[in-house]
């Protein structure tokens, strides 16, 4: 369709024609957008100045602690539940919530700007039971356990298990009914932060028949009854985020059940999908953020003039913004409704190899500085500690679906190529 | 006015997908009916206005079907008249150049030495198409000027290049007296010149580039789908299955990155965008001769003219080393 | 096992025990070998003192039209032949035959430092031809090809397909007996330099009965018979290596059949398993010796200075060395004896990868310069025309088994993975 | 006398493949038991007299279970003092380090002032296992010496490093008056004995990498096979296949460039294959904990000692970068 030319083109101007739909050129914005756009910018600024006077100062230092880890972390939540930001995705009816995801990106824009710690405690209580609460959760269970994350009560995941791997639906942990109680038994493993955990969403096999999918059930378990062993996973970089949970014979009453038994499988997709790609997003300005370290490193160790390292440093940072800048369309196109199947394996896999080779421009430029081992800064990915780092980097390679099932998705769901054939004959 | 979703598809239309290498004189004649030299145009000079955004959504029309008409150095020609404001009958220029006229920028450096009387001694690389062009907007030595093609002591000379899609010509200056009333700018503006000219021949190479190499992917995918080995699809094996999706994950990267320089390009120098942008059409074009095997290798296929604009884009304007550098140097300093 | 010390160990030296089984540490080298050696020597100092009197000079500037390109290899191989370097591998009753592996290896290593034309054009003859004809041809067959080689009557191979890829035996082209001559009708692809061959070593289809390797016959054709039409393929860098070959009810007699009708896929192995690891080392070789091409273009350019390049081109120069280094134990296994299944594929692979990585730095370092397009070197891999050159690699990341195919070798047969499966139900 | 291939085996005997990690003191015992730091000693000097690649079995054996018994900066110390003609007593020094003296080079370089009074005061690193070594040799500003690590104005420091394998120590010299007496070279000599060295660091390192990469690759591959998940062994996935073919490629060629150099390391220098060997080590074991997926995270596993020792390796006499700029300068001489 040809483009019309203003009145003023000259008479051997190209032949104009065609139709004029829209008032202007770059969108067609309209009076409501106008004012979103005004809450926005008013969000933004009152949110500055809260964190000016409130954002934690050296928390880095603090976090090399568990305890204190835990300690500041929970402050900190408790903090912005009190200053309305901490569950902007929430329902209005609570307070802060209610708000529009382009909202929620300007929270989590200035938190990373602000070089606030990572909602990393209470990241499974606000999204993964929150949502599980509020689409599956009877009201009961909603009164019981929603109003008690806002004062501070823990959620872990209890999903994956030892020997499933990616393949979530193989999973074994049993669960079996007496009464008013299933008795469950089994193992649980990569749960984030359990150690610290008041409460775990629980997935458990209570069939054997049919389809793997078909026999599992979504259970809301108290991590203080008995039966309940955490044993914290010493990570390489020695970190210990995530847990092993051991279950033997614990008892969960059936009215901390979610949905029907052997119904859990659907229940689960509900809770995975509650987080709507701000993390990513949150995580790739982060890393856009602490480019500095990576200066810092270049100028302190006497390699400004090494046109190599200017160089790889100069592509790095390019494909930093482009990681930052394809989370930020990820999170656009959600808002405008037109998200593509595969996209969100797009973005966790565009960041998850640039932060692998983040940190190790970090470790080369650092040399043997880096070999020392120095305190690590638990639940922080770009902390400057690149060795550290960079081992905590697999920790987005391989958990929440590996690189590998993520180019199984963009291979198979969006470039349309075979799926992996189901029966092998080996 | 006009959508940029409507731009793109009148685009689609005007040089469909699945017709590569379309005419070039045919696609230029398109190009200036369409008006597509008037989108970017500020409207007190007649244009539309719009942002450069729509420039990039035409490049990425013309890097699809790897299209030889020279719309990109010809709106970088545009662009810089606009800029001249001190110009001497600067709305005559644009008049003729939204009608047709065809005064590319220069892509390439010159290497040009003035003698005592001012005479100009030397060669200006990278203009495209310049057979078709009356003029030029020649950049180098720290000056930007018009120089008609017709004038005494300037000859045409194409260069015979491995980018098929394409026709490069040298300018050759033999003492050439250049014009005063066709400098652009020269002293202290040239700075800005530049300034104003390298985002927008960044962001029209990037956006060539990637379109390309979206192309080059599709064109892979369908190959491995049609072609059986060992009783199979090749699209069915996971190597391959896995090194495409790391290619859609690398232009994925790239594309989002233009268009928020696109959208917003002052914040931050786009070379290093640019050079990403090529890096990766070079990536997915190496594999997708990869991909397709024997044939590949064969000018029976089209797979190799892809290859070859990704190695001539990538030393447009800047290469990737002098890009990156940079941008590594910029991100130092900040 | 501890080593024992010298008799002037002192008192507090550690406690010695155990066997001396062989005179000497490094090796036990024997007279015969000593001899061998000095045989080499020899070898190496008389063909230096040849090449620097008969080495072509200027083939490169000569190679760029297919006729000279063409003459200039005739003849550079019929001087060979008379010099008696251009057979080493053939028995010893022919002239400059019954050499040892490394005495080949001495050859082809001062071929390549005198920087000589490759033997493109005699290759197939000299190999795949004469291991066909020696092997399993017959002794009439023997008479008639065997000697015209050495005058230079030309084969090339007509084994590949359009449609069949790396899956050679699912080759088509079909021939039917007819009294005494095999009809012949198909198309064969990716002919080295079939356009210059007067022979053809041709894999038919005779029968498509049983396994798809069992209905294969082998054939000696005529390429100047009636029926036969070869065109060049265009290659991408503007070379023509590679031909199709059409086949039109060509007559081939009976009596040019090698082995049994029906018999030609043994045969077709005993064909490609002829050239026993030279060529890789030949070329290896060739590349490091363009290593002053790169260095040269460095300097042109002005980029002595450059960290990073410097710092690329020493990494890529090791790279070169050691794929050099390979290739050199891979021989070296060979002629011990103690070759690995997959050790050819790892030579062929490190090979490919480093052959497009070599031409892509200069690609680099050239900038600008290499995409003006300038003559092409035929038959020539480091020219320094380095658009040619990286385009030139994928005849080796493709042709001979694709870096697909040799991955998939080494993984399973190597490393013991598991094969592709057969029966995929997709 | 012994062959490389008895040495081998006499070698994967003393230090089994499946027991990894072994006790470093027990090691060392066994080490000096088996007179390995004699195979490479001059006969002249009571040695075998063997040659570098007997010295890189040997660290390649040891590098294979991730020991800590430090036998190749015993070596390297022992050839300093081989090499030190002058040295007063040399013989006896030839003779204690054969005995069990564990006296180490040190393999990063030192930060070392000389006061007015000739006394030294600053910190010198990369000494391996410090603790149980009388002396070391330090080679810093331009010279090697002996010195005592209980003489006054000497501490021994341990630092915390990520490899977990090995311990590593600082030498700090306060006022530390050096006693002439154990000056191994200085001024004009102290080149030749770094080049003499140099050689047998790069060899003895690349070889203890090397080695690693095969034990972590030949580890994955294991895990692969006897992992399941969607029904099938991860060896069957065709993308893990090839990574791991690639990986074997790479080791192959690092390690064929190794055992030539060893065999002859006169024609060139030997850091840019020991930058190889390293960059091989580092991409097999990054890859390694990818394939051992989750249980690669953990401490629970062995995988990421190999990522932790690549690490170190990878800086130890010469990082990457220094030794591929001074390869590459050498080549563009040649």
């Known amino acids: 369709m040809p483009v019309r030319a203003s009145a003023s083109a000259p008479d051997n101007a190209p032949v104009i024609t065609g139709a004029m739909p829209l008032p202007l050129g770059r969108g067609g914005r309209h009076e409501a957008a106008m004012s979103a756009d005004q809450n ?12 000016a006077a409130n954002a934690p100062q050296g928390w880095r230092a603090a976090a090399q602690s568990h305890a204190e880890f835990a300690a500041s972390q929970r402050a900190w939540f408790l903090a912005l539940v009190a200053a309305g930001y901490a569950i902007p995705h929430w329902p209005a009816k609570w307070p802060g919530g209610g708000r529009s995801l382009a909202a929620q990106k300007v929270i989590y824009e200035e938190l990373a700007a602000a070089d606030t710690p990572r909602l990393l405690l209470s990241f499974v209580s606000t999204y993964h039971a929150a949502a599980t609460l509020m689409e599956c959760g009877g009201a009961a269970q909603q009164a019981r356990y929603l109003p008690a994350i806002l004062t501070g009560e823990t959620w872990c995941q209890g999903f994956s298990e030892p020997g499933a791997g990616s393949d979530l639906a193989s999973l074994k942990c049993r669960a079996v009914r007496e009464g008013d109680h299933y008795i469950v038994t089994g ?34 378990m108290d991590m203080k009854a008995p039966g309940v062993t955490v044993r914290p996973i010493h990570q390489i970089q020695g970190d210990e985020e995530f847990c092993e949970i051991f279950l033997d014979d614990v ?45 810092a490193l270049i100028r302190d160790n006497g390699l400004a003039g090494d046109a190599g390292i200017i160089r790889d440093f100069g592509a790095i940072m390019t494909r930093v913004d482009a990681t930052c800048a394809l989370a930020d369309r990820f999170l656009e196109n959600r808002m405008a409704g037109i998200e593509a199947v595969g996209d969100a394996s797009l973005v966790k896999l565009s960041y998850s190899r640039m932060l692998r080779d983040f940190s190790l421009l970090g470790l080369r430029v650092g040399g043997m500085g880096e070999q020392y081992r120095a305190p690590i800064v638990f639940g922080d990915l770009n902390t400057g500690n690149w060795m550290a780092d960079f081992m905590n980097s697999y920790a987005w390679t391989i958990a929440g679906g590996s690189d590998e099932v993520q180019r ?15 029966g092998w004959a080996a | 006015m006009i959508t940029l979703a409507e731009l793109r598809d009148a685009a689609d239309k005007a040089f469909p997908a699945d017709a590569l290498r379309p005419a070039r004189d045919a696609g230029w004649a398109l190009i200036a009916e369409m008006g597509w030299l008037m989108v970017c145009l500020p409207e007190d000079d007649g244009g539309l206005g719009l942002g450069l955004d729509t420039a990039a959504v035409l490049a990425g029309a013309l890097g699809r079907v790897l299209a030889g008409a020279p719309l990109v150095p010809a709106l970088l020609g545009l662009d810089a008249i606009v800029a001249a404001n001190g110009l001497a009958d600067r709305a005559g220029w644009i008049e003729r150049i939204c009608g047709g006229a065809y005064i590319p920028l220069n892509l390439l450096s010159g290497r040009v030495e003035a003698g005592a009387n001012g005479a100009l001694t030397g060669v200006i690389g990278g203009v495209f198409e310049a057979d078709m062009a009356s003029h030029i907007v020649a950049g180098f030595g720290g000056a930007y000027r018009l ?13 015979s290049i491995w980018d098929e899609s394409r026709r490069l010509f040298d300018i050759a200056l033999t003492d050439y007296q250049p014009d005063p009333a066709l400098l ?12 104003h000219l390298a985002p927008r021949a960044h962001l029209a190479l990037a956006a060539d580039s990637l379109a390309g190499a979206q192309a080059a992917l599709t064109m892979s995918v369908e190959y491995l789908q049609g072609r059986r080995q060992f009783d199979r699809p090749l699209a069915m094996f996971q190597a391959l299955k896995h090194r495409c999706a790391d290619l859609k994950v690398r232009i994925a990267a790239a594309d989002a990155l233009l268009w928020a320089r696109a959208a917003d390009p002052a914040p931050v120098p786009t070379g290093a965008m640019k050079a990403l942008a090529c890096e990766v059409y070079s990536a997915v074009t190496e594999e ?6 024997g044939i590949g290798l064969t000018q029976e296929h089209h797979c190799h003219l892809f290859l070859k604009r990704a190695a001539l884009n990538a030393q447009l304007c800047g290469s990737a080393d002098t890009l990156n550098a940079a941008a590594g140097r910029a991100a130092l300093a900040t």
């Open chain 2, 184 to 195: 652009l700018a020269d002293g202290e503006a040239a700075r800005p010149m530049h300034d």
């Open chain 1, 408 to 422: 199984g998705i963009i291979a198979e769901r969006m470039l349309g190529m075979p799926r992996e054939p189901k």
């Open chain 1, 251 to 295: 008892a969960v009453p059936v009215a901390d059940r979610i949905g029907e038994e052997g119904a859990g499988w659907a229940v689960a997709q509900a809770t995975l999908a509650s987080e709507r790609g701000l993390t990513l997003m949150e995580l790739s300005y982060r890393m856009r953020g602490a480019g500095h370290r990576i200066a």
């Open chain 2, 147 to 159: 120089i008609p093609l017709d004038a005494p002591g300037v000859a045409v000379i194409e260069r």
């Open chain 1, 40 to 51: 926005l910018t008013r969000l933004r600024s009152d949110l500055r100045a809260w964190l």
């Open chain 1, 187 to 220: 193992q649980k493993v990569w749960s984030t932060m359990a150690q610290y955990a008041d409460k775990c969403l629980l997935l458990v096999r209570t069939s054997s028949d049919g389809v793997k999918q078909a026999g599992i059930t979504f259970l809301l």
């Open chain 2, 288 to 293: 997708a001769v990869q991909f397709h095997g």
